[in-house]
Each structure stands twice: as C-alpha cells, then as structure tokens.
C-alpha cells in the first residue's frame, strides 16, 4: 500500500460503559473528562476478527488445566506461549530455533499485522511496531453521567445464612432468606473519538527480509470494513447501547504527515438530530493536491454531519451505501 491514512472513529454509548475503570465507573482523566483506551477499541475488533475466522494472538481463551496432586480440574487463561501454540497447532515454540519462523508466524496473525505485537516467550524476544496506531478516544459530550443501577441477584448469600444462623438476630436472618444485590454502572450517554493512523512503511524492513508481504491494501480494507461495525457487533451487557457512529478516513500521500485528528471533532446535541462538526476544513482543504480521497461514515438516523472538506465522500454507516 503506497499511501497513508488518517482518520477518526467514533463511538456512541447510551445507557452502556463503553470502557470502565477497576472501580466499575467509566474511565476519566484525573481533571473528569470520561475517555476510553485504545484497547478498549481494538478488543470488539479482535473478537470480530476471532468470530471471522482469523488467527488471532492477542485474546483471552481458556484452557482445562488437570491438578493431579489435588485431584482438581480448572479452566485457566492460555499464556501467550500456549496461546501461540494453539493458533499455530503442532509447533513447541521452546524447541523453535528459527527465529524467522516465529515472526512470519505473528505475521499471520491479523491483530498483530495491523496493531503490532510485543513478544517475549521461551528466548525470543521480539517487537513489531504495529502499522495502525490508535488514540485514546476522549467524550465530546458534555453532560456525560455515570449511573449505578442496583441489580437483584436470584441467589441468596450462603455465607451470611449460616452467620446469622449462629448470631440469632431475626432481622439479620430475615435479609439472610433475601437475594443479594448487584451493580450496573452506565454513562447515561456519551460519544468518543478515536484518532487513528495508518502507516505501511512500518514494514518495510520486515518486508525486505521476507518475514510480511507488508500491510497490502487488503490489510487496510478488513480494518476499515471491522472498525466500523465492530463496537456495533459486540453486544455484551454492559456494551449494549455501545456502536458505531462516526468513521472519517483520509487517505494520503506517502509523504503527507496530519495532525491528532478528533482534536477537530465537534459534538453537540440538540433536540432534533445530534450534530457532528469537523472543524479541519480548511486544513483538509488546503491540503487537497496531497490527499487521494476522503470519506465519512455517520449514522444518519441520529446525526446530523457538518463539514466543509471539497470532494468528500458521505456514507451510511450502516449500510455503507452513499447519502
């Protein structure tokens, strides 16, 4: 692929947690702006990717491990070790002295082709500066809330039956026969940004040792087609009410270098549609004898597009079709 490509992608969650901190609460800065990580992005992607088919390295999948000695049987996480070993059935990476071998290997893994890899296992120990980077997604939306929900569980506490068993009182035995509570916690709404950047010359060492065909244009088409529906596809509990909104893809000459492009992203809601501004115009614009194409995916249903940028292409994001 002989060109490059900016962009931003952005992601909607209505009554959802798109990506929550260790306390349960979306994620915030230290100042309370509400952001997700990048991971929080890439994981809907890989999952996609996994459900598709696709050898994918980095990804959480379970194992049955057998304690003889404690006669017990668990389901564990594969470490990276195990987990190359799966995707790659048949091959011992402690006894694989071809080093070559292990990186055509990662290659061939379609997380690792587009976001890289770090990988030390068993005396190798290798990196690969992945082609795609992404940003931290920051909400644009300024009444963002979080909102804890108590959830009732089916199922009573055996452990405080059995001690107000013992402590007779009768109020406490009363809450003990009672189900034990949960808790959900949502933003109420909020949109995130994602800038992202494609760089193919990221490989190009690789490429001239023969370890990639590099990142090829088919590359950059499965990401594009699966950062836009990914996020939509993942619908667990707390991501339901989490999709796709928003995808600006910019693609470039080789040589052209763009800025952190969701700094130029504007969210505002009003009681119609909600609006979504691109503030780069003029940027994008001047800059048009260095730039291939442009093209916007927006939700239509919802959104309400406001740009400037000459010669752009409109899409539903759904349906891809052009509006």
Not at 147 to 157: A, C, N, T, V, Y
Not at 232 to 261: A, Q, R, V, W
Request: aromatic residues 12%; proline residues 3%.
């Amino acid at each position: 692929m002989d060109k490059r490509v900016y962009g931003v992608l952005g992601i909607s969650s209505i009554m959802g947690n798109w990506n929550a901190d260790f306390s349960g609460y979306p994620k915030t800065t230290s100042d309370g702006s509400t952001f997700g990580s990048d991971k929080a992005f890439k994981y809907p992607m890989k999952k996609m990717w996994e459900n598709e088919g696709e050898k994918v390295l980095y990804i959480k999948s379970m194992k049955i491990s057998e304690d003889k000695k404690k006669n017990e049987v668990q389901l564990v996480p594969r470490s990276l070790k195990e987990r190359y070993e799966y995707l790659f059935e048949g091959e011992d990476l402690k006894k694989c002295k071809d080093t070559a071998l292990v990186m055509r290997n990662l290659f061939k893994c379609i997380d690792v082709k587009n976001f890289g890899a770090t990988f030390a296992e068993e005396g190798k120990n290798l990196s690969i500066t992945g082609a795609v980077q992404f940003g931290q997604g920051f909400n644009k939306y300024e009444d963002t809330t979080p909102e804890e929900q108590q959830i009732l569980s089916p199922f009573r506490d055996p452990k405080k039956t059995s001690k107000t068993e013992v402590e007779g009182d009768d109020q406490s035995q009363a809450e003990a026969k009672n189900s034990t509570l949960g808790t959900k916690i949502v933003s109420n709404e909020a949109h995130y940004f994602y800038p992202f950047a494609i760089n193919p010359i990221a490989y190009k060492e690789y490429t001239e040792l023969k370890l990639t065909d590099g990142y090829t244009e088919d590359d950059y088409k499965r990401f594009k087609d699966t950062s836009l529906k990914a996020a939509t596809s993942y619908s667990t509990n707390s991501k339901m009410g989490c999709e796709n909104e928003f995808g600006l893809f910019i693609e470039t000459e080789s040589d052209l270098y763009l800025p952190d492009l969701s700094q130029y992203i504007e969210f505002e809601k009003t009681e119609d549609k909600n609006i979504i501004r691109i503030t780069c115009s003029e940027l994008i614009n001047t800059l048009k004898d260095k730039i291939k194409s442009v093209e916007i995916y927006i939700n239509p249903y919802t959104t309400k597009l406001e740009s400037e940028i000459e010669g752009a292409k409109i899409y539903n994001i759904f349906t891809q079709k052009e509006v």
